[in-house]
């Protein structure tokens, strides 16, 4: 069955660097849109990252140019590298996973603005538990 599992998570400094990964079983995910987020308590869900099938990628303003996703084919991972890391990035962050003719067929696609990081990860059936990241 499909499963993705987090890790990677943990308490870093002001300005320092994670990398969460994401292990992806149970299916080929050959077109698939694939997406960080991350929620704190009492706040609606953020779309962090996303990655198209082609490589395409898109990211929230607020962690541009600090985050970077990317998936290791061949590890079948799915990866958020997190740099100059913020106190206001603390949060659990999940990796979600969807065929991407469901944001095709929603519009406007998975890494497009308006796209798979909208709507609080509505359309993304397949999740992982989590993995906490603090940053102080």
């Known amino acids: 069955h499909v499963q993705l599992v987090e890790s990677g998570g943990g308490s870093v400094q002001v300005g320092g660097s994670l990398r969460l990964s994401c292990a992806l079983s149970g299916h080929s995910y050959r077109s698939y849109c694939f997406a960080w987020f991350r929620q704190t308590p009492g706040r609606e869900r953020e779309g962090v990252a996303a990655?198209?099938?082609?490589?395409?990628?898109s990211y929230a303003d607020s962690v541009k140019g600090r985050f970077t996703i990317s998936r290791d084919n061949a590890k079948n991972t799915l990866y958020l590298q997190m740099s100059n890391l913020k106190p206001e990035d603390s949060a659990m962050y999940y990796c979600?996973?969807?065929?991407?003719?469901?944001?095709?067929?929603?519009?406007?696609?998975?890494?497009?603005?308006?796209?798979?990081?909208?709507?609080?990860?509505?359309?993304?059936?397949?999740w992982g538990q989590g993995t906490q990241v603090t940053v102080s």
């Open positions: 979600a996973a969807a065929h991407l003719i469901v944001f095709d067929v929603r519009g406007p696609g998975c890494t497009a603005v308006g796209g798979a990081l909208d709507g609080e990860g509505t359309g993304f059936g397949y």
């Open positions: 990655l198209d099938s082609d490589g395409t990628t």
